[in-house]
Protein backbone atom coordinates (compact mmCIF):
# COMPACT_ATOMS: atom_id res chain seq x y z
CA UNK A 1 0.00 0.00 0.00
CA UNK A 2 1.51 3.24 -0.78
CA UNK A 3 1.48 5.85 1.87
CA UNK A 4 0.10 8.90 1.79
CA UNK A 5 1.87 12.16 1.02
CA UNK A 6 1.52 15.05 2.69
CA UNK A 7 3.15 18.52 1.29
CA UNK A 8 3.58 20.54 4.41
CA UNK A 9 4.15 24.51 4.12
CA UNK A 10 4.84 26.93 6.45
CA UNK A 11 7.30 29.60 7.31
CA UNK A 12 9.27 28.26 10.12
CA UNK A 13 10.07 24.56 11.57
CA UNK A 14 11.95 23.71 14.26
CA UNK A 15 14.85 23.41 14.97
CA UNK A 16 15.68 25.42 11.81
CA UNK A 17 13.96 28.77 12.39
CA UNK A 18 11.46 28.78 15.13
CA UNK A 19 9.75 32.29 16.20
CA UNK A 20 7.22 30.74 18.82
CA UNK A 21 4.42 27.44 18.36
CA UNK A 22 3.99 27.25 14.98
CA UNK A 23 7.91 26.48 14.68
CA UNK A 24 7.33 23.77 16.92
CA UNK A 25 4.11 22.04 15.09
CA UNK A 26 5.74 22.16 12.21
CA UNK A 27 8.75 20.76 12.88
CA UNK A 28 7.23 18.04 15.62
CA UNK A 29 4.39 16.95 13.52
CA UNK A 30 6.30 14.89 10.32
CA UNK A 31 7.77 12.38 12.49
CA UNK A 32 4.31 11.81 14.32
CA UNK A 33 2.87 11.18 11.34
CA UNK A 34 5.17 8.98 10.08
CA UNK A 35 4.38 6.71 12.80
CA UNK A 36 0.54 7.04 11.24
CA UNK A 37 2.10 5.94 7.52
CA UNK A 38 1.64 9.16 6.09
CA UNK A 39 4.87 10.77 4.34
CA UNK A 40 5.95 14.39 4.67
CA UNK A 41 7.68 16.67 3.00
CA UNK A 42 8.05 20.26 4.35
CA UNK A 43 8.62 23.38 2.46
CA UNK A 44 10.02 26.67 4.00
CA UNK A 45 11.70 29.59 3.18
CA UNK A 46 15.22 29.24 2.23
CA UNK A 47 16.35 31.20 5.43
CA UNK A 48 20.58 31.90 6.00
CA UNK A 49 19.98 29.15 8.71
CA UNK A 50 18.01 26.88 6.80
CA UNK A 51 20.37 26.67 3.32
CA UNK A 52 23.46 26.55 5.09
CA UNK A 53 21.84 23.25 7.55
CA UNK A 54 20.83 21.71 4.25
CA UNK A 55 22.56 18.41 3.95
CA UNK A 56 23.21 16.87 0.37
CA UNK A 57 21.23 19.53 -1.05
CA UNK A 58 20.01 18.91 -4.78
CA UNK A 59 18.70 21.59 -7.58
CA UNK A 60 15.06 19.93 -8.22
CA UNK A 61 13.79 22.84 -10.09
CA UNK A 62 14.85 26.27 -11.29
CA UNK A 63 12.72 30.01 -11.84
CA UNK A 64 14.12 32.63 -14.23
CA UNK A 65 12.25 34.90 -12.14
CA UNK A 66 10.22 34.55 -9.16
CA UNK A 67 9.19 37.97 -7.65
CA UNK A 68 12.22 40.24 -8.49
CA UNK A 69 15.38 37.32 -9.25
CA UNK A 70 16.08 34.00 -10.35
CA UNK A 71 15.40 31.23 -7.15
CA UNK A 72 15.88 27.37 -6.93
CA UNK A 73 13.88 24.92 -5.51
CA UNK A 74 16.48 22.59 -3.10
CA UNK A 75 15.60 19.26 -1.89
CA UNK A 76 17.66 17.65 1.40
CA UNK A 77 17.33 16.84 4.84
CA UNK A 78 17.96 19.00 8.07
CA UNK A 79 16.72 18.72 11.43
CA UNK A 80 15.20 15.63 11.39
CA UNK A 81 12.85 16.44 7.98
CA UNK A 82 12.20 16.29 4.42
CA UNK A 83 12.75 19.62 2.95
CA UNK A 84 12.44 21.52 -0.36
CA UNK A 85 13.70 24.70 0.43
CA UNK A 86 12.62 27.70 -1.52
CA UNK A 87 15.90 29.45 -2.41
CA UNK A 88 15.40 32.87 -3.02
CA UNK A 89 18.37 34.65 -1.61
CA UNK A 90 16.67 38.26 -2.26
CA UNK A 91 13.76 37.36 -0.44
CA UNK A 92 14.82 35.32 2.18
CA UNK A 93 18.60 36.06 2.93
CA UNK A 94 17.98 38.47 5.92
CA UNK A 95 19.19 38.30 9.05
CA UNK A 96 16.92 38.49 12.55
CA UNK A 97 13.15 37.88 12.64
CA UNK A 98 11.29 36.20 9.25
CA UNK A 99 8.42 38.58 9.29
CA UNK A 100 9.83 41.84 10.80
CA UNK A 101 12.77 44.26 9.39
CA UNK A 102 15.40 45.44 12.22
CA UNK A 103 13.07 48.78 12.78
CA UNK A 104 10.47 46.78 14.35
CA UNK A 105 7.92 47.10 11.46
CA UNK A 106 7.02 44.39 8.90
CA UNK A 107 9.18 43.43 5.66
CA UNK A 108 8.05 45.98 3.15
CA UNK A 109 7.63 43.04 0.48
CA UNK A 110 5.90 40.24 2.63
CA UNK A 111 3.26 40.06 0.23
CA UNK A 112 5.97 39.16 -2.36
CA UNK A 113 8.02 36.93 0.06
CA UNK A 114 4.77 34.80 0.68
CA UNK A 115 3.53 34.60 -2.74
CA UNK A 116 6.63 33.23 -3.92
CA UNK A 117 6.53 30.55 -1.21
CA UNK A 118 2.37 30.00 -2.23
CA UNK A 119 3.54 29.72 -5.70
CA UNK A 120 6.24 27.15 -5.60
CA UNK A 121 3.66 25.38 -3.39
CA UNK A 122 1.00 25.54 -5.99
CA UNK A 123 3.68 24.65 -8.34
CA UNK A 124 4.35 20.96 -6.10
CA UNK A 125 0.88 20.50 -5.93
CA UNK A 126 0.38 20.17 -9.20
CA UNK A 127 3.67 17.97 -10.10
CA UNK A 128 6.07 20.91 -10.59
CA UNK A 129 9.03 17.99 -9.46
CA UNK A 130 9.23 14.62 -10.97
CA UNK A 131 8.10 11.68 -8.80
CA UNK A 132 6.25 13.80 -6.20
CA UNK A 133 2.66 14.76 -6.26
CA UNK A 134 1.42 14.62 -2.78
CA UNK A 135 -2.69 13.98 -1.43
CA UNK A 136 -2.79 16.86 0.55
CA UNK A 137 -1.35 20.51 0.94
CA UNK A 138 -1.52 20.92 4.25
CA UNK A 139 -0.81 25.45 4.77
CA UNK A 140 0.28 26.53 7.97
CA UNK A 141 -0.95 30.00 8.56
CA UNK A 142 -1.16 33.12 6.48
CA UNK A 143 1.90 32.85 5.08
CA UNK A 144 1.14 29.71 3.41
CA UNK A 145 -2.51 30.41 3.10
CA UNK A 146 -2.11 31.99 -0.39
CA UNK A 147 -0.65 28.71 -1.81
CA UNK A 148 -4.58 27.20 -1.39
CA UNK A 149 -5.93 30.70 -3.29
CA UNK A 150 -3.16 29.84 -5.99
CA UNK A 151 -4.06 26.58 -6.32
CA UNK A 152 -7.99 27.20 -6.53
CA UNK A 153 -7.93 29.92 -9.09
CA UNK A 154 -5.54 27.89 -11.51
CA UNK A 155 -8.19 24.96 -11.91
CA UNK A 156 -7.11 21.47 -12.94
CA UNK A 157 -5.83 18.51 -11.06
CA UNK A 158 -4.89 18.94 -7.52
CA UNK A 159 -4.42 17.63 -4.30
CA UNK A 160 -7.05 18.03 -1.33
CA UNK A 161 -5.74 21.02 0.99
CA UNK A 162 -5.88 21.54 4.27
CA UNK A 163 -5.48 24.76 5.94
CA UNK A 164 -4.17 24.92 10.00
CA UNK A 165 -4.98 28.11 11.71
CA UNK A 166 -2.60 28.91 14.54
CA UNK A 167 -3.46 32.09 15.52
CA UNK A 168 -6.23 33.69 14.03
CA UNK A 169 -4.66 36.97 15.16
CA UNK A 170 -2.08 37.32 12.48
CA UNK A 171 -3.95 37.51 8.98
CA UNK A 172 -1.77 39.02 5.85
CA UNK A 173 -3.02 41.74 4.74
CA UNK A 174 -1.88 43.62 1.77
CA UNK A 175 -3.08 46.21 -0.91
CA UNK A 176 -5.96 44.85 -3.59
CA UNK A 177 -3.40 46.46 -6.35
CA UNK A 178 -0.93 43.16 -5.59
CA UNK A 179 -3.59 40.77 -7.20
CA UNK A 180 -2.05 40.33 -10.11
CA UNK A 181 1.58 40.62 -8.89
CA UNK A 182 0.93 37.44 -6.53
CA UNK A 183 -0.65 35.66 -9.65
CA UNK A 184 -4.49 35.71 -8.71
CA UNK A 185 -7.06 36.73 -11.12
CA UNK A 186 -9.14 39.29 -11.26
CA UNK A 187 -12.56 37.76 -9.83
CA UNK A 188 -10.29 35.95 -7.22
CA UNK A 189 -11.25 39.84 -5.69
CA UNK A 190 -14.53 38.44 -4.36
CA UNK A 191 -16.48 37.95 -0.94
CA UNK A 192 -16.11 34.04 -1.58
CA UNK A 193 -12.14 35.10 -2.50
CA UNK A 194 -9.24 36.65 -1.35
CA UNK A 195 -11.10 40.32 -0.70
CA UNK A 196 -11.38 41.36 2.83
CA UNK A 197 -12.50 44.08 3.73
CA UNK A 198 -10.88 46.24 0.88
CA UNK A 199 -7.81 44.01 0.83
CA UNK A 200 -6.24 41.13 -0.04
CA UNK A 201 -6.60 38.55 2.87
CA UNK A 202 -3.72 35.65 2.44
CA UNK A 203 -5.30 33.85 5.84
CA UNK A 204 -8.89 34.44 4.70
CA UNK A 205 -8.94 33.36 0.99
CA UNK A 206 -7.02 29.51 2.80
CA UNK A 207 -9.93 29.75 5.21
CA UNK A 208 -12.48 30.56 2.45
CA UNK A 209 -11.28 28.22 -0.19
CA UNK A 210 -9.55 25.11 1.68
CA UNK A 211 -11.35 21.64 1.73
CA UNK A 212 -10.81 21.47 5.06
CA UNK A 213 -9.63 24.01 8.17
CA UNK A 214 -8.06 22.83 11.18
CA UNK A 215 -6.83 24.91 14.57
CA UNK A 216 -4.83 23.89 17.65
CA UNK A 217 -7.58 23.05 19.85
CA UNK A 218 -10.93 22.23 20.00
CA UNK A 219 -12.24 25.25 22.69
CA UNK A 220 -10.18 27.62 19.80
CA UNK A 221 -12.19 26.48 16.87
CA UNK A 222 -15.51 27.11 19.08
CA UNK A 223 -14.13 30.77 20.15
CA UNK A 224 -13.11 31.79 16.43
CA UNK A 225 -16.46 31.56 15.57
CA UNK A 226 -17.49 34.49 17.54
CA UNK A 227 -17.56 37.80 17.17
CA UNK A 228 -15.30 38.41 20.22
CA UNK A 229 -12.46 35.85 19.23
CA UNK A 230 -13.06 35.50 15.07
CA UNK A 231 -10.97 38.65 14.57
CA UNK A 232 -13.34 39.97 11.59
CA UNK A 233 -13.02 36.14 10.36
CA UNK A 234 -16.24 35.14 12.64
CA UNK A 235 -18.78 35.08 9.86
CA UNK A 236 -17.02 33.04 7.38
CA UNK A 237 -15.81 30.63 9.90
CA UNK A 238 -19.58 29.73 11.17
CA UNK A 239 -19.99 29.78 7.44
CA UNK A 240 -17.59 26.83 7.09
CA UNK A 241 -18.22 25.19 10.25
CA UNK A 242 -18.79 21.74 8.99
CA UNK A 243 -15.10 22.00 7.25
CA UNK A 244 -13.59 22.63 11.00
CA UNK A 245 -12.30 21.15 13.49
CA UNK A 246 -10.01 21.72 16.33
CA UNK A 247 -6.67 19.40 17.24
CA UNK A 248 -4.66 19.98 19.98
CA UNK A 249 -0.66 20.78 19.29
CA UNK A 250 1.50 17.96 21.20
CA UNK A 251 4.54 18.71 22.11
CA UNK A 252 8.21 16.99 21.22
CA UNK A 253 8.67 14.20 24.16
CA UNK A 254 12.56 13.61 23.53
CA UNK A 255 13.17 17.21 23.78
CA UNK A 256 10.89 17.84 26.32
CA UNK A 257 11.89 15.66 29.22
CA UNK A 258 13.27 15.94 31.96
CA UNK A 259 13.97 12.63 32.96
CA UNK A 260 17.31 12.96 30.38
CA UNK A 261 17.18 17.11 29.22
CA UNK A 262 20.90 18.04 29.06
CA UNK A 263 19.71 21.35 30.29
CA UNK A 264 18.94 20.57 33.95
CA UNK A 265 21.90 20.19 36.35
CA UNK A 266 19.64 17.50 38.49
CA UNK A 267 17.87 15.48 35.26
CA UNK A 268 14.44 14.27 37.40
CA UNK A 269 11.20 11.86 36.71
CA UNK A 270 7.79 11.50 38.79
CA UNK A 271 9.02 9.40 41.27
CA UNK A 272 11.99 11.47 41.83
CA UNK A 273 10.25 15.20 42.29
CA UNK A 274 12.88 16.11 44.79
CA UNK A 275 16.07 16.26 43.08
CA UNK A 276 13.80 19.01 41.22
CA UNK A 277 15.57 21.11 44.47
CA UNK A 278 18.66 21.40 42.57
CA UNK A 279 17.52 22.46 39.35
CA UNK A 280 15.79 25.67 41.42
CA UNK A 281 19.13 26.43 43.19
CA UNK A 282 20.76 26.61 40.14
CA UNK A 283 18.26 28.60 38.21
CA UNK A 284 18.20 31.16 41.30
CA UNK A 285 22.01 31.45 41.06
CA UNK A 286 21.89 31.75 37.36
CA UNK A 287 19.23 34.92 37.40
CA UNK A 288 20.38 36.29 40.45
CA UNK A 289 17.72 35.65 42.82
CA UNK A 290 18.00 34.97 46.38
CA UNK A 291 18.21 31.15 46.86
CA UNK A 292 14.93 30.58 48.82
CA UNK A 293 13.72 26.98 48.93
CA UNK A 294 10.66 28.14 50.53
CA UNK A 295 9.49 30.57 48.24
CA UNK A 296 6.72 30.13 45.80
CA UNK A 297 8.97 30.58 42.54
CA UNK A 298 6.26 31.45 39.04
CA UNK A 299 8.33 31.18 35.56
CA UNK A 300 7.06 32.81 32.79
CA UNK A 301 8.02 31.76 29.33
CA UNK A 302 6.07 33.46 26.92
CA UNK A 303 5.88 36.67 24.00
CA UNK A 304 5.18 39.97 26.32
CA UNK A 305 1.82 41.08 24.69
CA UNK A 306 -1.21 41.92 25.51
CA UNK A 307 -2.51 38.83 24.10
CA UNK A 308 -0.46 36.56 26.71
CA UNK A 309 -1.50 38.68 29.37
CA UNK A 310 1.50 39.66 30.52
CA UNK A 311 0.41 43.22 30.57
CA UNK A 312 -1.39 42.12 33.57
CA UNK A 313 2.29 41.19 35.33
CA UNK A 314 2.83 44.57 36.80
CA UNK A 315 0.29 44.86 38.39
CA UNK A 316 0.11 41.51 39.89
CA UNK A 317 3.60 41.72 41.37
CA UNK A 318 2.65 42.89 45.02
CA UNK A 319 0.18 39.89 45.08
CA UNK A 320 3.00 38.03 44.70
CA UNK A 321 5.35 39.77 47.19
CA UNK A 322 2.51 39.32 49.41
CA UNK A 323 3.23 35.85 48.97
CA UNK A 324 6.75 36.02 49.47
CA UNK A 325 7.00 34.49 45.66
CA UNK A 326 10.08 34.97 43.43
CA UNK A 327 9.42 35.89 39.50
CA UNK A 328 11.53 34.08 36.71
CA UNK A 329 10.70 35.44 33.57
CA UNK A 330 12.22 34.95 29.95
CA UNK A 331 10.16 36.41 26.94
CA UNK A 332 10.37 39.53 24.34
CA UNK A 333 7.62 41.58 22.64
CA UNK A 334 6.35 45.08 23.45
CA UNK A 335 8.55 47.82 24.02
CA UNK A 336 6.83 49.41 27.30
CA UNK A 337 6.11 45.99 28.78
CA UNK A 338 9.96 45.22 28.43
CA UNK A 339 10.83 48.62 30.37
CA UNK A 340 8.31 48.28 32.46
CA UNK A 341 9.16 45.06 34.09
CA UNK A 342 12.81 45.09 33.67
CA UNK A 343 12.68 47.77 36.11
CA UNK A 344 10.57 45.62 38.05
CA UNK A 345 13.45 43.28 38.11
CA UNK A 346 16.11 46.20 38.51
CA UNK A 347 13.90 47.56 42.06
CA UNK A 348 14.02 44.17 43.35
CA UNK A 349 16.34 41.74 42.03
CA UNK A 350 16.46 39.29 44.39
CA UNK A 351 12.85 38.59 44.11
CA UNK A 352 12.42 39.47 40.33
CA UNK A 353 13.90 38.23 37.38
CA UNK A 354 13.81 39.18 33.83
CA UNK A 355 15.38 37.95 30.74
CA UNK A 356 14.58 39.68 27.43
CA UNK A 357 14.94 37.67 24.90
CA UNK A 358 14.68 33.89 24.33
CA UNK A 359 17.03 31.52 25.45
CA UNK A 360 15.98 27.78 24.49
CA UNK A 361 18.49 26.25 27.64
CA UNK A 362 16.95 29.18 30.34
CA UNK A 363 13.51 27.81 29.13
CA UNK A 364 14.18 24.39 29.77
CA UNK A 365 15.88 25.74 33.26
CA UNK A 366 12.79 27.54 34.04
CA UNK A 367 10.39 24.79 33.43
CA UNK A 368 12.75 22.02 35.42
CA UNK A 369 12.89 24.17 38.40
CA UNK A 370 9.79 26.45 39.28
CA UNK A 371 6.89 25.16 41.26
CA UNK A 372 4.05 27.38 39.01
CA UNK A 373 4.32 28.03 35.38
CA UNK A 374 2.21 31.17 34.70
CA UNK A 375 0.20 31.82 31.12
CA UNK A 376 -2.57 34.64 31.55
CA UNK A 377 -3.75 34.64 27.65
CA UNK A 378 -6.47 36.65 27.19
CA UNK A 379 -7.14 34.04 23.74
CA UNK A 380 -4.38 31.12 22.88
CA UNK A 381 -5.12 28.99 20.22
CA UNK A 382 -3.38 25.82 21.89
CA UNK A 383 -0.30 27.00 24.00
CA UNK A 384 2.77 25.03 24.29
CA UNK A 385 4.44 26.19 27.52
CA UNK A 386 1.65 24.95 29.51
CA UNK A 387 2.12 21.12 28.16
CA UNK A 388 5.68 21.27 28.67
CA UNK A 389 4.95 22.22 32.25
CA UNK A 390 2.92 19.79 32.83
CA UNK A 391 5.69 16.88 31.70
CA UNK A 392 7.88 18.78 33.69
CA UNK A 393 6.13 19.10 37.01
CA UNK A 394 5.89 23.19 36.90
CA UNK A 395 1.96 23.08 37.60
CA UNK A 396 0.12 25.39 35.08
CA UNK A 397 -1.83 28.30 36.15
CA UNK A 398 -3.83 29.44 32.89
CA UNK A 399 -6.34 31.67 32.34
CA UNK A 400 -9.63 29.53 30.85
CA UNK A 401 -9.20 30.34 27.29
CA UNK A 402 -8.84 28.49 24.26
CA UNK A 403 -6.42 25.35 24.78
CA UNK A 404 -5.45 26.56 27.49
CA UNK A 405 -9.02 25.43 28.90
CA UNK A 406 -8.55 21.99 27.22
CA UNK A 407 -4.88 21.12 28.40
CA UNK A 408 -5.32 21.71 32.20
CA UNK A 409 -7.75 20.64 34.71
CA UNK A 410 -8.46 22.74 37.68
CA UNK A 411 -7.27 21.38 40.74
CA UNK A 412 -10.23 22.88 42.82
CA UNK A 413 -11.52 20.87 46.12
CA UNK A 414 -13.88 18.86 44.36
CA UNK A 415 -11.32 17.65 41.75
CA UNK A 416 -8.81 16.98 44.25
CA UNK A 417 -11.04 14.56 46.23
CA UNK A 418 -11.83 13.02 43.02
CA UNK A 419 -7.79 12.66 42.47
CA UNK A 420 -7.88 14.88 39.17
CA UNK A 421 -6.28 18.54 38.82
CA UNK A 422 -3.43 19.48 36.74
CA UNK A 423 -3.17 23.34 37.27
CA UNK A 424 -5.01 26.11 38.13
CA UNK A 425 -7.47 28.00 35.68
CA UNK A 426 -8.30 31.47 36.33
CA UNK A 427 -11.19 33.62 34.62
CA UNK A 428 -11.71 36.22 33.86
CA UNK A 429 -8.58 37.25 32.57
CA UNK A 430 -7.97 40.65 35.19
CA UNK A 431 -5.33 41.82 37.96
CA UNK A 432 -7.32 40.25 40.87
CA UNK A 433 -8.32 36.64 39.32
CA UNK A 434 -4.81 36.32 38.54
CA UNK A 435 -4.08 37.44 42.15
CA UNK A 436 -6.49 35.07 43.21
CA UNK A 437 -5.33 32.14 41.46
CA UNK A 438 -1.68 33.09 43.11
CA UNK A 439 -2.93 32.68 46.61
CA UNK A 440 -4.96 29.16 46.17
CA UNK A 441 -1.54 27.80 44.36
CA UNK A 442 0.36 29.29 47.57
CA UNK A 443 -1.81 27.74 49.60
CA UNK A 444 -1.72 24.00 48.11
CA UNK A 445 1.75 24.36 47.65
CA UNK A 446 2.31 24.08 51.63
CA UNK A 447 0.88 20.88 51.30
CA UNK A 448 4.05 19.07 50.22
CA UNK A 449 1.82 15.57 49.76
CA UNK A 450 -1.15 17.28 47.76
CA UNK A 451 1.20 19.45 45.50
CA UNK A 452 3.22 16.17 44.65
CA UNK A 453 0.04 14.75 43.55
CA UNK A 454 -0.85 17.47 41.28
CA UNK A 455 2.76 17.47 39.60
CA UNK A 456 2.51 13.49 39.13
CA UNK A 457 -0.68 14.13 37.37
CA UNK A 458 0.51 16.52 35.34
CA UNK A 459 3.75 14.29 34.31
CA UNK A 460 1.55 11.31 33.68
CA UNK A 461 -0.54 13.51 31.08
CA UNK A 462 -0.10 12.18 27.28
CA UNK A 463 1.20 15.65 26.01
CA UNK A 464 2.98 14.13 22.95
CA UNK A 465 1.86 14.04 19.25
CA UNK A 466 0.63 10.45 19.22
CA UNK A 467 -3.29 11.54 19.73
CA UNK A 468 -2.78 14.67 17.53
CA UNK A 469 -1.10 12.61 14.76
CA UNK A 470 -3.90 10.23 14.57
CA UNK A 471 -6.57 12.90 14.21
CA UNK A 472 -4.67 14.51 11.13
CA UNK A 473 -3.85 11.14 9.84
CA UNK A 474 -7.65 10.42 9.82
CA UNK A 475 -8.47 14.11 8.66
CA UNK A 476 -5.77 13.70 5.38
CA UNK A 477 -7.52 10.05 4.80
CA UNK A 478 -11.03 10.85 4.77
CA UNK A 479 -10.06 13.99 2.47
CA UNK A 480 -8.28 12.44 -0.19
CA UNK A 481 -10.64 9.06 0.03
CA UNK A 482 -14.02 11.67 -0.54
CA UNK A 483 -12.15 13.41 -3.56
CA UNK A 484 -11.41 10.21 -4.90
CA UNK A 485 -15.29 9.26 -4.45
Known sequence: MTALRVLSVASEAFPLVKTGGLGDVVGALPEALAREGIETVTLIPGYARVVEALRERTIVRSYDYLH????HLLAGQAGGLDLLVLDAPHLFARGGN?????????????????????????DLSQGAVPGFVPDVLHAHDWQAAIAIALLHYRGGPRPGTVMTVHNL????KFPRDLLADIGLPPHAFSADG????????????????????????????????????????DGLLRHRANALSGILNGVDTVVWNPATDPHLVSPYDARRLARRAANRAALQARIGLAPDPDALLVGVVSRLTWQKGMDLLPSVLPALRALGGQLALIGAGDYELENQLAQEAAAEPERIAVTIGYDESLAHQIQGSVDVLLVPSRFEPCGLTQ????????????????????????????????????????APGSVDALGFALERAALLRRDTRAWQQVQRRGMKTDVSWQRPAEQYAALFRALVAERAG
Open 98 to 122: PYVAPDGADWPDNAQRFAALGTVAA
Open 387 to 426: LCALRYGAVPLVARAGGLADTVVDANTMALAADAGTGFVF
Open 68 to 71: GAPA
Open 194 to 233: VEYYGHIGYLKGGLALADRITTVSPTYAAEIRSVEHGMGL
Open 169 to 172: AFQG
